[in-house]
């Protein structure tokens, strides 16, 4: 059973660096799970579901706001946008928030094409992330019901922060 | 027909476009036409013969062409030629004539025929005598005949003559017609022989070669000129001791000025005089010598042409010995196409100039660009380095304030110091743009070596990982109270300790420092050092020259790596990079470091037994009166209690690391670089330990010991812990160290330790009211987890009404505002609240369009007018930035996405 909650672990952490590596997450999605402890077991996947639901939301309406190329509410989009930034910056969606910020930039200067384009970067990026954790979160609960617990190593990506780090697994 | 015609026409014209296409467009210089176009001269091209060449170009030397030609190859090959095409006309003409003969004999042998045809048919007559005329005359003629026949004939005459007896005047009459016939054969015969002989005669007169070839040659010339008359070409040949023997000149000024003898015979040099006739001559030599034809192209600046460039073509002349005789040589007149070319390498220069500064224009942008980038992330990075770490640090901080026992305050000062170190790596990346960019300024602060060396040495000890003694060793001339710059030289050290314990794997490291006299390249230093004097040092003062040598046993370095060891980024090989790791920086900045301060840093090596880099500087030496006044200047590098025999201490030595560490029996000094800061609420700024090391962090399985007991307590320490600092914090500190479980082993708390010892004191404490303002309910479910985990909890507002509202009916002791929200922002909002402050009233909310009126009762009775902290949640673009949120009156601000960290720092300092 170890060695099949060792293994479990092992694909755990790799699949966790491999996100932060790919620039999916970043050190705010740390954060996230250092939230989450015995009192709140989901906490995680709270507020990503609800992340995920946001950007399905957000999304909708933005893409009705761009629909018409004549009188594109541009306030309206450039709330929405700033919407989803702040929640993908908040749970460490990183590649989600990249986009948002050339999304805003689009909708500053009222570039209707690049906004769509940006649109449908941010559509791709959060379902892309959705899929990823979702793996994340089955890896996690294949842990669990192996009986071992969750790797509570807080991978990060930036570039000094290794050096720091130990003292903080020790 | 005429369609033909007209096509042959156009071919025609098709090919003489073609032609002057092939051709530089202006041949002659100065007529732009197409000279090549045959239609123009068509009077002088139809025929050869009435070219016509006004003046006399070429000037031979007739003498020596028979010789040239019989001597060398061309020109055997030339007669060759000329000998077979001679040959064959003798040929066909031999045949002509021998037809001809043919024909004559034919007619002969026909003219006989007949002849005896008319003898037989007279025989015949003979046979019928009646009919033979009587005729005297013609008897006569008809004798003379046989006679003539007789003598030709003699057989048959005889016969004949055998047979004649009829009458004699019939035989008369027939002899004489006979002799007449035969006189007019005669005749014929005598004719045909005289043709015969004057063929003969004529044939032999057409057997002087010489006058073929001559002809031949004429025609060659002919065409020749023909080719040449427009071409601005010059042409010639000079025997090997380049005396021209033929030369053809296009160019009139030549023949005006210099007759046909002044140039045979003659060089180029006799006869030319100006620039470029020289490079010619040594170039026909050259060509001479080496014996391989060549081209150049020559500028001549000569009296007689004026500036003009030749292209020319020379090629040795060999006999038939193979031995060289002279040069042919051709010239073509490039001068306006070498014109037209030298401009256009200009224009494509100056274009490849221009494209040169663009592109330089292009890359300054792009360097300034990315410097500003860089400058960027520089400060957001050390921003997001800082602020984690810094928690760590100021936990540390606050846990070496309480009561520990001497392993766990070791264990802690370490870890302080290594954090410390840390923080520092990033003034490391700016010192070293510093330093470049020549802002760095050196301090001068008094300090203890001895204790620097120590502490350097103990800071490595502390993190290291390897069975390494390390070992420091002052001689004792060296004074106990220098001046200079302590916080590089520190820097400097613990660079090169940790280079040196970075590729040693057994055996020891060191740190070795004597006085020595003054080096030779100091010399020229001496302004240096007048400006180290101006930093608050008197003249007075003696200064000393120490040398500091940081040896190791390691894997020392190849020679061949030396040379660019102390250049960025660049370690000794690929290799190393990628088994040591490391930025490549640490003895960039070092040599730098040394050099500003006027000294010199020089590294000896060998390979498998180790590296001693050393660095010498000069110091002043300070008297020991000022030690206990100025202690305080330099109180961060040593301790505060010095023993007194630790000043003087010359020798330490840190053994592996199962070993007891301070076997020097000495005290053991606490590691702590900042005890008296520690309840600062801003921890960050206030560390300025100035060390560097790469590898302090990783000592999470370092197990440190005690050897020899005592540990005394600095006094400052003991102040900290029972003076200023405010009780909350040492109850916070105090339970924090009870529930974490530090003893014996190294570590350190988790943040969820803390978090927790956190959440228990503010459960005992009054809660304090905390107003979140954010409309992203995401942001609100992290902040409140965040919350919840360091024990408090709050009121949410959704935005900048909303917060208004809540503020008007609740007292509130701090407010996280963010900055963008529907409806109202939080700058605006911030606004109205610190003017309601003011004023006591909203009436500038209310102007602002805000509905209070609700509230409007309450707000006399319940609000203080005391200032409520409000703290900004940006996202750090530019419409958040810092200032502006200052500038609306908020207290601080916390940069999004915000972290537990960040989180818990601002309500530290804001909730008391």
Known sequence: ?170 | MVCEMETDQQTEEMDVEVLSSMWPEDVGGTEPDNQFNVEKPAGDSDTLKEVEFAEKRTMADLKRLPDLLNTTDQGSSQLTNLVKQWEYMQDHAVRLLREELKILTKQREEAEAKELKIIEEHNFETEEPENVPVLDESSDLFRRFKEKKRDKLVGRKRIEIDEEFDTVAYWKQKALSLEKMLEASTERERRLIKKLNESLKTMESHSAPVEELTQNLKRAEGFLHFILQNAPIVMGHQDKDLRYLFIYNKFPTLREHVRDKDILGKTDVEIFHGGGVKESEDFKREVLEKGKASKREITFETDLFGSKTFLIYVEPVYNKAREKIGINYMGMEVTDQVRKREKMAKLREDNAVRKAMESELTKTIHITEETMRAKQMLATMSHEIRSPLSGVVGMAEILSTTKLDKEQRQLLNVMMSSGDLVLQLINDILDLSKVESGVMKLEATKFRPREVVKHVLQTAAASLKKELTLEGNIADEVPILVVGDVLRIRQILTNLISNAIKFTHQGKVGIKLKVIPEPSFANGLELNADAEEQNGLTETETSVWIRCDVYDTGIGIPENALPCLFKKYMQASADHARKYGGTGLGLAICKQLVELMGGQLTVTSQVDLGSTFTFILRYKVATSNDHSDDQDEFSDMVDHQPEPDDSTEGYFQFKPLLGSIYSNGGPVIGNNFLPHKAMLPTPVKLINGNTRQSESGYMDDTRLETGSGHCPESTHQYENGNGPCPSKESESCSSSQASSEMESEFTVSSPREDVKTETEIKETSKQPKILLVEDNKINIMVAKSMMKQLGYTFDIANNGVEAITAINGSSYDLVLMDVCMPVLDGLKATRLIRSYEQSGNWDAAVEAGVDIKTLEDKQLCVRSTNRLPIIAMTANTLSESSEECYANGMDSFISKPVTLQKLKECLKQYLH
Not at chain 1, 72 to 90: A, E, P, R, T, Y
């Open chain 1, 1 to 170: 059973m170890n060695t099949v909650v060792a293994k479990l672990q092992r694909q755990f952490q790799d699949y966790l660096v491999s996100l932060y590596q790919q620039g999916f997450l970043d050190n705010q999605f740390t954060e996230l799970r250092k939230l989450q402890d015995e009192g709140t077991p989901d906490f995680v996947a709270e507020v990503v579901s609800l992340f995920f639901d946001d950007c399905s939301k957000l999304i909708n309406s933005m893409s009705r706001s761009l629909e018409r190329p004549e009188n594109v509410d541009f306030k309206q989009v450039d709330s929405g946008v700033h919407q989803l930034k702040g929640s993908s910056s908040s749970v460490g969606a990183r590649r989600v928030k990249n986009v948002c910020i050339s999304f805003k930039e689009c909708c500053d200067v009222q570039n209707r094409e690049g906004c769509l384009r940006c649109l449908q970067q941010v559509d791709y990026e959060y379902k892309m992330l959705k899929t990823k954790l979702q793996d994340l979160f089955n890896l996690e609960q294949q842990i669990v019901q192996a009986g071992g617990a969750i790797p509570q190593h807080f991978p990060s990506y930036t570039i000094l922060r290794p050096d720091i780090r130990p003292c903080l697994d020790a």
